[in-house]
């Protein structure tokens, strides 16, 4: 047995977990040096919603980040976490957008690109996986995790396979719940090192409780490599903890090779900022609470925190109960999407109006709308006649891949956007969250001119695109 590895992800998941993406780059880079000597498999650092943070509440340049922290690297690699087709919103974006994407990434120091599909619809995720193979990235194709009367082993097994086939260079099963128990997680392990020769990557949340047992079952099954958040950013909604486990396994043959002593300097780093974050209460201690209801409701933390804020919003919050309840008929209704992003906002969102509004369909987000036509790929099981007419009426639905229905537009995206055009990475921020991405742009320009904000959009530039 190789040692196990370890991507830690204090960078990304952890504080998008536990203080909403907000953590900064400058808190980042003292420590990043340090994390380097350890010995991780690799620092999962971007992805996520950590580039819509950094543009939305950071006033940072994402693409900047990535260039910061891979110049202190000499041995560790950098990962990301990318939405497929999604890359990284919440709507499907043309194949030359998601290859430019890729190569953007890659060109500025991502090593893994770890891609998903929220449906598991792997034609979603194949133009990154090419993209990816093609400009020298590692590309990881992932399985979402999740419970359904449909979903099992056989078909957890029958979609890692179809993973290896596209090429990619490892699996990831990606369970952003915390709902894969020890024991089932053992199964699931032993059948897929029996059926794929790529190594496999294990993704989990505290969230339950027992996910760091889990770890151990599936390491004892042969799990190559498992995803940790170090203490002050794990447990809780975030990843189990890096010093435990690493301590757990220290002597075993399952040994990481990890030095304890630096992740505990390390780890003081991090509590240091932590406490900052608790102090100006953006950190909220609820989020460690072990919340058993995800078994039931599959729920991941970042979508119980939308939900409130819909409900509360909508001066709601004690039919916060009945919308637990709801969330799991809507995911029936939809065909048991996995819920992780779009899709879980999709189902919560859906379920919130069911219960404000007293009845069931009554209102309909267009998200729901366009995931019931096929515009984000096709569910586990076929959504029945009686809530297609409920949703879209007589509009078509369609089975081909989503993607293959759109015109490209990057060219577009450069156009609209050449007035603040900087570097060819603006592009890309721009298609993905355009009025986000303008705010920074304009801010940026009254920066460097010395000007107000408001009025940079006056003044007569010309950039070459």
Same mark, same amino acid.
């Given at each position: 047995?190789?040692?196990?590895?370890?991507?830690?992800?204090?960078?990304?998941?952890?504080?998008?977990?536990?203080?909403?993406?907000?953590?900064?780059?400058?808190?980042?880079?003292?420590?990043?040096?340090?994390?380097?000597?350890?010995?991780?498999?690799?620092?999962?650092?971007?992805?996520?919603?950590?580039?819509?943070?950094?543009?939305?509440?950071?006033?940072? $340049?994402?693409?900047?980040?990535? &260039?910061? %922290?891979? =110049?202190?690297? +000499?041995? !560790? #690699?950098?990962?990301?976490?990318?939405?497929?087709?999604?890359?990284?919103?919440?709507?499907?974006?043309?194949?030359?957008?998601?290859?430019?994407?890729?190569?953007?990434?890659?060109?500025?120091?991502?090593?893994?690109?770890?891609?998903? $599909?929220?449906?598991?619809?792997? &034609?979603? %995720?194949? =133009?990154?996986? +090419?993209? !990816? #193979?093609?400009?020298?990235?590692?590309?990881?194709?992932?399985?979402?995790?999740?419970?359904?009367?449909?979903?099992?082993?056989?078909?957890?097994?029958?979609?890692?396979?179809?993973?290896?086939?596209?090429?990619?260079?490892?699996?990831?099963?990606?369970?952003?719940?915390?709902?894969?128990?020890?024991?089932?997680?053992?199964?699931?392990?032993?059948?897929?090192?029996?059926?794929?020769?790529?190594?496999?990557?294990?993704?989990?949340?505290?969230?339950?409780?027992?996910?760091?047992?889990?770890?151990?079952?599936?390491?004892?099954?042969?799990?190559?490599?498992?995803?940790?958040?170090?203490?002050?950013?794990?447990?809780?909604?975030?990843?189990?903890?890096?010093?435990?486990?690493?301590?757990?396994?220290?002597?075993?043959?399952?040994?990481?090779?990890?030095?304890?002593?630096?992740?505990?300097?390390?780890?003081?780093?991090?509590?240091?900022?932590?406490?900052?974050?608790?102090?100006?209460?953006?950190?909220?201690?609820?989020?460690?609470?072990?919340?058993?209801?995800?078994?039931?409701?599959?729920?991941?933390?970042?979508?119980?925190?939308?939900?409130?804020?819909?409900?509360?919003?909508?001066?709601?919050?004690?039919?916060?109960?009945?919308?637990?309840?709801?969330?799991?008929?809507?995911?029936?209704?939809?065909?048991?999407?996995?819920?992780?992003?779009?899709?879980?906002?999709?189902?919560?969102?859906?379920?919130?109006?069911?219960?404000?509004?007293?009845?069931?369909?009554?209102?309909?987000?267009?998200?729901?709308?366009?995931?019931?036509?096929?515009?984000?790929?096709?569910?586990?099981?076929?959504?029945?006649?009686?809530?297609?007419?409920?949703?879209?009426?007589?509009?078509?639905?369609?089975?081909?891949?989503?993607?293959?229905?759109?015109?490209?537009?990057?060219?577009?995206?450069?156009?609209?956007?050449?007035?603040?055009?900087?570097?060819?990475?603006?592009?890309?921020?721009?298609?993905?969250?355009?009025?986000?991405?303008?705010?920074?742009?304009?801010?940026?320009?009254?920066?460097?001119?010395?000007?107000?904000?408001?009025?940079?959009?006056?003044?007569?530039?010309?950039?070459?695109?």
């Amino acid at each position: 047995m190789a040692k196990l590895r370890i991507t830690e992800t204090v960078l990304r998941d952890g504080h998008q977990s536990l203080i909403a993406t907000r953590m900064r780059t400058d808190e980042m880079l003292p420590i990043i040096e340090l994390m380097d000597k350890v010995g991780y498999h690799s620092l999962e650092m971007w992805g996520g919603a950590t580039f819509d943070s950094c543009l939305r509440f950071l006033d940072e $340049d994402p693409w900047e980040r990535i &260039r910061l %922290i891979k =110049t202190r690297l +000499k041995n !560790t #690699k950098l990962q990301m976490l990318l939405r497929g087709q999604n890359i990284l919103g919440y709507k499907n974006y043309s194949d030359d957008i998601v290859e430019e994407f890729v190569r953007l990434s890659i060109k500025n120091g991502i090593d893994i690109i770890r891609i998903f $599909d929220a449906l598991n619809d792997l &034609r979603n %995720i194949e =133009t990154a996986v +090419k993209a !990816t #193979k093609r400009y020298g990235g590692h590309a990881q194709g992932t399985v979402v995790y999740t419970i359904s009367p449909v979903h099992n082993i056989e078909l957890y097994v029958d979609l890692s396979k179809k993973v290896q086939e596209m090429g990619c260079d490892s699996l990831c099963i990606k369970d952003m719940s915390g709902i894969l128990t020890p024991y089932y997680g053992y199964e699931l392990i032993k059948e897929l090192k029996k059926n794929i020769s790529i190594p496999i990557q294990l993704h989990t949340h505290f969230t339950s409780g027992m996910t760091s047992m889990t770890y151990l079952k599936a390491i004892e099954a042969g799990v190559d490599i498992i995803d940790t958040a170090i203490s002050p950013f794990g447990l809780g909604t975030s990843q189990p903890a890096t010093e435990p486990m690493v301590a757990s396994l220290k002597g075993t043959e399952y040994d990481t090779g990890l030095d304890l002593e630096m992740l505990c300097e390390i780890a003081e780093h991090f509590k240091k900022i932590k406490e900052k974050y608790v102090a100006n209460g953006i950190l909220d201690p609820d989020v460690f609470n072990v919340d058993t209801n995800v078994l039931s409701y599959q729920v991941p933390g970042g979508m119980l925190s939308n939900l409130i804020s819909q409900l509360k919003q909508a001066n709601s919050m004690n039919k916060y109960g009945e919308v637990l309840k709801e969330i799991p008929k809507v995911r029936e209704d939809l065909g048991y999407p996995p819920l992780v992003t779009p899709s879980s906002q999709i189902v919560g969102t859906q379920a919130v109006f069911n219960v404000i509004s007293g009845s069931r369909y009554k209102m309909i987000p267009n998200e729901v709308k366009e995931y019931v036509k096929g515009k984000y790929g096709k569910p586990s099981v076929p959504i029945s006649e009686e809530i297609r007419k409920k949703t879209i009426g007589d509009e078509e639905v369609i089975t081909c891949r989503p993607a293959d229905l759109m015109e490209p537009q990057l060219e577009l995206m450069k156009q609209e956007m050449k007035e603040y055009y900087e570097q060819e990475e603006d592009v890309l921020s721009y298609a993905l969250f355009p009025s986000v991405a303008l705010k920074f742009f304009k801010d940026r320009q009254a920066k460097k001119y010395g000007i107000d904000s408001d009025i940079v959009d006056k003044v007569d530039k010309t950039y070459p695109v």
